[in-house]
């Protein structure tokens, strides 16, 4: 197999003309050119106006060597690399105990199902329920404003990314594979085959239920288990000095505990020696129980600010130009960033073209947003967080978990701001600007349900947030024409960018100072999204497997 790279066409032009580019810049005839598939397919937008689709593709020829030994002095004909991952180990016939997986987001279940699929049988525990089930308990909140703790965006089968954009790429650096093979499963589970190749892939929100409950179904096929509602409230520890941790001026690290299992919140014990912590970045109480455990945990930067909503006509015009609208394209994106005059950064996060902003809290008496498409991104509005970067030193305390802390006091002040009801205060981007306070919407009708509240947004943040924000838009019109536009909406508060803590790891994948513990993806504070949290969870299941081997 060939790969074959910087084929470029028109926008709208046919399948024919594909296979005839491939023979052109193969030199070779029709009979020779056996089949070929793309491997990638983005565009190039000119600065004329024009845009053209630029293909990676594999094809297959009669006589490759010969050809490549033609075109050696070629750029962009390459024998095609091996991208086949291949799973490190297989479980031995007896292992003594099950590795256990907590969460089953897409770290969880990427983890879950690489250990089943080496036959380690895991025991996946989710504190929320079933796809299914938790759909109708997000709706719940959404429709009539009744919060279920432990079913909501936040909680349960899927993870958080199940209600978003369903956004598949990434900017890490995969050389095992993994990416490959886990979009291989999304498709094997009913993901549309374009995620493949298309630069940006997505799945969406509708289409995300029916593919995780297809990966729940192979889990179970290979042996393994999967409990929902079965929410973990204590670790079982054995020997070590869990309570001695180690402090950022140095000392004696402890010598590691080791975990020989869990405890459900109805008593329940699971005995393991290989526990996964794959429980996301709204675990607050499991983080809590973790740090009174001893575990080794250490503050991190995150970033907090507004959702931000637009017509998606404008910006597809922006973007696009006069192709706008055209159905290969699809609805346009964008991403922006801004370095502002007291130093801090402002940039668009989890940007979903037509889709919607949606009530993501997991904790009553608190408002929190977060964005949201469909696979077909139709809605009327684009909308992305514009968030800004804060560090532990804004934290107001050097305590692991004042990150925590300081979300929860700005999802509060955004609960009573909104109304005490789950509506989120919102503001016209017009009225923000001018420093006053909105009273109604505009042209640009916000997409938040249950609903907002009409309000000045400006003691929503801290005033540095509130300033930087303030001097971004601005910025931002000058690449989006309209970024600034006076009816556009800001709704707050965007809180859960990512985890406010790290738990800490060795380079094997495991705790520091906790023997068998794995904290893995964007709870433990190593991934940021879909595709990276699932690479980790497959990462940290090979460390398993390993660790199981050898012992």
């Known amino acids: 197999m060939l790969r074959l790279t910087e084929v470029r066409l028109g926008l709208n032009h046919r399948e024919t003309e594909l296979k005839a580019a491939i023979l052109r810049a193969l030199g070779i005839p029709g009979p020779e050119l056996l089949g070929w598939h793309i491997r990638r397919r983005g565009y190039d937008a000119r600065k004329s106006g024009e845009i053209l689709l630029v293909y990676t593709l594999d ?25 086949t991952y291949r799973y490190p180990v297989r479980a031995p016939a007896n292992p003594k105990t099950r590795p256990v997986v907590i969460g089953t987001g897409p770290c969880g279940i990427f983890a ?8 380690f049988r895991p025991v996946i525990l989710e504190r929320g329920k079933s ?76 289409r995300l239920v029916k593919v995780v409950e297809q990966l729940r179904e192979k889990i179970l096929e290979l042996g393994g288990e999967i409990r929902f509602e079965s929410r973990v409230t204590d670790i079982l520890v054995e020997d070590g000095d869990v309570q001695g941790r180690t402090s950022a001026a140095g000392g004696r690290m402890p010598r590691a505990a080791a975990v020989r299992g869990v405890t459900l919140a109805g008593g329940e014990t699971i005995a393991a020696d290989h526990v996964v912590l794959a429980v996301g970045h709204s675990a607050r109480d499991t983080f809590e129980m973790l740090y009174r455990r001893g575990v080794h945990i250490e503050p991190k930067p995150f970033s907090i600010g507004f959702r931000i909503e637009h017509p998606q006509h404008l910006i597809d015009v922006c973007r696009l130009g006069k192709h706008a609208g055209n159905p290969v394209l699809g609805a346009a994106d964008y991403k922006l960033v801004h370095h502002c005059r007291n130093g801090r950064d402002v940039y668009s996060f989890c940007m979903c073209p037509g889709g919607q ?103 929503a943040l801290p005033d540095y947030a509130i300033a930087a924000i303030r001097e971004a838009i601005p910025a931002f019109e000058k690449q989006l024409k309209g970024f600034a536009m006076h009816d556009a909406v800001l709704t707050g508060v965007e809180t859960r960018t990512s985890a406010p803590i790290r738990i800490a790891r060795n380079e094997n994948f495991e705790s520091v100072n906790m023997q068998g513990l794995y904290p893995a993806g964007e709870g433990a504070g190593f991934a940021g999204g879909i595709i990276s949290a699932a690479v980790d969870g497959m990462k940290v299941a090979e460390a398993v497997a390993q660790k199981i081997i050898q012992t």
């Not at 297959?60 to 095609?80: C, I, M, P, S």
């Not at 909680?155 to 594979?177: N, Y």
């Not at 008496?365 to 949201?372: A, E």
């Not at 916000?446 to 947004?457: A, H, N």
């Open 131 to 206: 796809v299914r089930e938790r759909t109708q308990d997000v709706w719940s909140l959404w429709r009539e404003r009744h919060l279920n703790p432990e079913s909501n965006v936040q909680f349960g089968e899927g993870g958080a990314g199940t209600f978003s954009d369903g956004k598949l790429h990434t900017g890490i650096k995969d050389r095992g594979h993994h990416i490959r093979q886990l979009l291989k499963d999304f498709v094997d589970a009913g993901a549309p085959a374009e995620i493949l190749y298309i630069s940006k892939p997505h799945i969406g929100t509708l």
């Open 357 to 459: 902003v949606v009530a993501a809290t997991s904790e009553a008496g608190r408002v929190v947003t977060n964005g949201m498409s469909h696979y077909s991104r139709n809605e009327r509005n684009a909308n992305a967080g514009i968030v800004v970067g804060i560090t532990p030193a804004d934290f107001g305390s050097h305590h692991p978990l004042a990150g925590i802390g300081l979300q929860q006091q700005l999802e509060q002040q955004a609960y009573v701001l909104g109304g005490s009801n789950y509506n989120a205060p919102a503001q016209l981007v017009g009225d923000f600007l001018a420093g006053r306070a909105s009273t109604g919407p505009g042209s640009v009708i916000p997409s938040y349900t249950p609903g907002v509240t009409w309000t000045d947004l400006s003691t």
């Open 112 to 119: 879950g199902l690489a250990l089943a699929r080496m036959g």
């Open 59 to 83: 094809v297959e020829v009669k006589d490759e060597a010969a050809l490549l030994e033609r075109l050696q002095h070629g750029h962009h004909v390459t024998l095609a690399p091996d991208e």
